[in-house]
């Protein structure tokens, strides 16, 4: 009965081919009469296939080629199926010369011998052994396998396939024939407890597929590789993963071991001695925040403002400024000029007479550049627009100009950014110093920075080609995924000593005391305070919350900060903030194949079947 089964579909099928023209020869060079492979599935899961194929060389010819993909990308899973080639012979049992040699993620055989042409039909006849191609589903176990690949170029005229399961009863079967990636079913299926049976009813290779599908009942006598045998097989198959995460890894353990926060054991944070014993931070630590209601002593607000992001940024560079007029070396004059149309405003900067001595060298250098003779020069042209209609104003605006004590804020655009860098130097000098920081910051930061570019690259490239090698491109993404928290590791890298976390954990308590105008209610003399703040809110990004709270209970502006009326001290306060601080920043310029066909998935569930699914298939050619 099986017999005239099998003989039903080969006689329908060879029916259906003499009545479509144009198939035998399409490309005129040779062509694929037809292609049969019977696969066995063993007792161990392993693919017994045996490939029958016909061709007619119309001319001369060596043989062919044979490609079969090994090497599959399922779910974000690489799967590498173990090949072993058995024979490679004719009809009659002869043995063929062939070369193999790995394409990609697959195998290519290279059959024939390169002294000799053939001519005419020629048969051959490929057995090998396949494993890793049996999927487990929770209903059932699956053969899904592409009998012919599309990736020939000629056509094949006849594809035939016969599945054999002596060891697990066959509960349904389902095949598609047609373009590669679609879901078209011009094939024919049939089939008993243990064997089923396929043929295409289209022309197939050259861009068309044969596929066929095979649900087992998990009641079997199937002997599957163990636990601990899946588990090496997955690591030794996906090791693309393992490579991917080691950047992450990496720097997680190096800021586990060299970028925790040192602390004192006791919980007092305003004091040290010799004899406090020193610890990392723990990782989970929630320290409660201390209410600070004054400066710190001895820390100016760039110190402060660095203390807090481990950086120097353009905010502390205006807090300084600041600081240095609350200290009275410099004053700050918002100056207006009225318009046809609304006013222009600036800021100028006055230099007052007071002795430098006490200053620390970065201050001193901010003070030094901000009236550099260069820059009080480009002041000249816009301080005779703005005082055209005020020859007294003018008048002593020059002499203050000739003097190099006077600068408006407008003309260090592009100008003043060429000496940022050397302040944030002299401040990180001054903070290592203090012992504020285990290392200069920045000099951390480019050593750690420096690391992960390295692991980075090296990673990435040993991932690349993983992924060229399985066509499992997840890896990959998990490398930039993870390149985030990554960078987030190497940014924090600059540790705080025990003195410097303390200080850390006083200027948080600072910032939530600004931010939340508890002062309101607990200082008196709120002008004074308001003044001696100023600077540090400005470091700390509060500036608008404190300059706001000022403006509602109509305090002035603090004497070092003139022509802001009361009224507007929210609105002029932070317009300085953010004119200096894009004005410092600012420079000319802007400077500051052989590849698998199946890409996972059941052959059955949610319709998940189509043309070139699976296992197997790949292509092949003459030579």
């Known amino acids: 009965m099986k017999r005239l089964l099998r003989y039903f579909l080969a006689f329908a099928a060879l029916f259906y081919f003499l009545k479509t023209p144009g198939i035998a020869n399409a490309q005129g060079k040779y062509e694929i009469r037809s292609i049969e492979s019977e696969i066995t599935l063993e007792k161990d899961t392993t693919l017994a296939v045996k490939e029958t194929i016909i061709i007619n060389f119309p001319e001369f010819r060596h043989g062919i080629f044979r490609i079969i993909p090994v090497v599959y990308s399922y779910k974000g899973k690489t799967i590498k199926a173990d090949f072993k080639l058995l024979s490679v012979k004719d009809e009659n049992g002869n ?18 011998d390169p002294d000799v042409v053939i001519d005419g039909v020629h048969t051959y ?3 090998y052994k396949i494993d890793d191609i049996l999927q487990r589903y929770d209903t059932y176990d699956e053969i899904y396998w592409n009998i012919t690949g599309h990736e020939w170029d000629t056509d094949i005229n006849n594809a035939f396939a016969k599945v054999v399961s002596p060891h697990a009863k066959i509960e349904k079967v389902d095949c598609f024939a047609g373009i590669f990636g679609s879901t078209e079913k011009l094939c024919n299926s049939a089939f008993s ?3 089923a049976d396929f043929y295409s009813t289209t022309v197939l ?3 068309r597929d044969f596929t066929v599908v095979i649900a087992l009942n998990k009641e079997s006598d199937l002997i599957f590789p163990g636990k601990v045998q899946n588990a090496l097989d997955f690591i030794l198959d996906n090791w693309g993963y393992l490579v991917s995460i080691l950047p992450f890894m990496a720097m997680a353990y190096f800021w586990f071991k060299k970028g925790r926060d040192k602390k004192y054991l006791g919980d007092n944070i ?14 989970f630590a929630r320290e409660h925040l201390p209410l600070v209601y004054s400066p710190i002593q001895g820390f100016s607000p760039s110190e402060i403002g660095t203390v807090v992001d481990e950086k120097v940024d353009i905010h502390d560079i205006v807090a300084e400024i600041t600081e240095l007029a609350r200290l009275g070396f410099l004053k700050i004059e918002k100056i207006e000029k009225k318009k046809l149309l609304g006013s222009e405003t600036d800021f100028a900067f006055v230099k007052l007479d007071k002795d430098t001595k006490d200053l620390a060298e970065y201050q001193t250098y901010l003070l030094e550049k901000l009236f550099d003779k ?19 104003k003018l008048k002593d605006t020059l002499k203050l100009i000739s003097e190099d004590n006077y600068v408006l804020l407008s003309s260090l655009k592009n100008n003043f950014y060429k000496h940022l860098e050397d302040f944030r130097k002299k401040l990180y000098d001054s903070l290592d110093i203090e012992g504020v920081f285990d290392g200069k910051p920045d000099k951390v930061k480019q050593k750690w920075i420096g690391v992960f570019v390295i692991l980075e690259f090296i990673s990435g490239f040993v991932v690349v080609n993983f992924a060229n090698a399985t066509a499992n491109f997840f890896p990959l993404i998990v490398l930039a995924i993870l390149s985030v928290p990554s960078i987030l590791f190497t940014i924090s890298m600059p ?3 025990a003195k410097g976390f303390s200080l850390y954990r006083q200027i948080k308590g600072l910032a939530f005391y600004l931010g939340k105008g508890k002062w309101r209610e607990e200082i008196a003399e709120k002008h004074l305070f308001f003044g001696e703040m100023l600077p540090l809110a400005i470091a700390l990004g509060v500036v608008d919350k404190l300059a706001k709270e000022m403006e509602v209970l109509g305090i002035p502006a603090p004497n070092y900060f003139g022509g802001v009326a009361t009224g507007a001290i929210y609105h002029d306060l932070t317009k300085f903030e953010s004119s200096a601080s894009s004005t410092f920043m600012s420079s000319p310029g802007g400077k500051f194949s052989g590849s698998s066909s199946w890409s996972g998935g059941s052959g059955f569930s949610g319709g998940g079947g189509f043309s070139g699914g699976g296992f197997g298939g790949g292509g092949g050619g003459s030579w």
Do not use: H, W
């Open 205 to 207: 290779g050259d861009g």
């Open 495 to 497: 540790r705080r000593t």
């Open 270 to 283: 305003y004091y040290a001695t010799d004899k406090k014993k020193v610890i990392d931070r723990p990782l």
């Open 95 to 112: 043995s063929y010369k062939y070369e193999k040699s790995r394409l990609g993620q697959s195998i290519q055989l290279k059959i024939g």
């Open 125 to 127: 006849v490929l057995t």
């Open 374 to 392: 260069d820059m009080v020069a480009k002041s000249l042209k816009a301080v005779e627009s703005f005082y055209s209609n005020n020859e007294n």
């Open 193 to 195: 407890e243990n064997n």
